[in-house]
């Protein structure tokens, strides 16, 4: 079953506004990351925060998790149109190294 | 960085056709790689775990004899689609777990998209 379900938000941002989406899991977790996919391609790793962190930083990216509500959000900041993609989370909640992946967002940046 | 291939790319095949997806680690060695499926504007939703020199381990509701896996070496997993039917067309792409690593450093393959006729 899935762990992490992202709010089922399609968002659609002018470029140079920040984008942010929520995930949520139901499990205890280790660690949670985010990943990128373009359309139609695989997906590419953008960061991960084990469970002692609360925020962690690369780049424009901005994660934050919050483990007593078991949520997670990722700020994308001053969005390119290059970040037009779908996002995911994912925990290690399937034990065994298995990921489980939210539902992720579609975020459309308009140049 | 690390860098997992996935032949074929696309492919096109009549219903009831058997069709193999290659899964390949380039530069590191993988004794377990993970398939997943992913149906338009949808999450990944994992199938199996393939074991190097064992059986794979199936999640829940997959059939194993509908979805063939074998991970002959440490670079190399295999995915069969046997007697492939429309709903069966998806996106399917595969992940490798480097050895004594946790998901933090599982790399995934750019996918293949099976239409199935």
């Known amino acids: 079953s899935q762990q992490g379900e992202e709010d089922p938000q399609a968002l659609s941002i002018q470029e140079g506004e920040n984008a942010t989406m929520n995930c949520s899991y139901k499990?205890?977790?280790?660690?949670l990351q985010w990943y990128r996919q373009n359309s139609g391609r695989g997906l590419v790793h953008l960061i991960l925060i084990r469970s002692n962190e609360r925020e962690k930083h690369s780049g424009r990216l901005r994660v934050t998790l919050d483990t007593s509500k078991k949520s997670s959000s990722l700020l994308i900041t001053a969005s390119r149109a290059a970040d037009t993609a779908s996002y995911f989370c994912a925990t290690d909640a399937g034990g065994n190294n298995r990921l489980a992946f939210g539902k992720g967002n579609q975020v459309v940046v308009i140049p | 960085g690390a860098v997992v291939s996935q032949h074929p790319s696309r492919v096109i095949c009549k219903s009831g056709t058997s069709v193999k997806i290659e899964c390949r680690s380039l530069d590191f060695q993988a004794t377990t790689m993970f398939w997943y499926r992913q149906f338009p504007k949808q999450s990944l939703m994992l199938m199996a775990t393939s074991n190097e020199g064992s059986k794979a381990t199936y999640e829940q509701g997959v059939e194993k004899d509908k979805f063939l896996i074998n991970h002959a070496s440490l670079t190399l997993s295999t995915l069969t689609v046997t007697s492939a039917h429309p709903e069966d067309s998806s996106f399917y792409i595969c992940?490798?777990?480097?050895?004594?690593?946790?998901?933090?450093?599982?790399?995934f393959g750019p996918g293949t998209r099976l239409t199935v006729l």
């Open positions: 992940s490798a777990n480097p050895p004594g690593l946790g998901t933090d450093t599982q790399y």
């Open positions: 499990t205890s977790i280790n660690n």
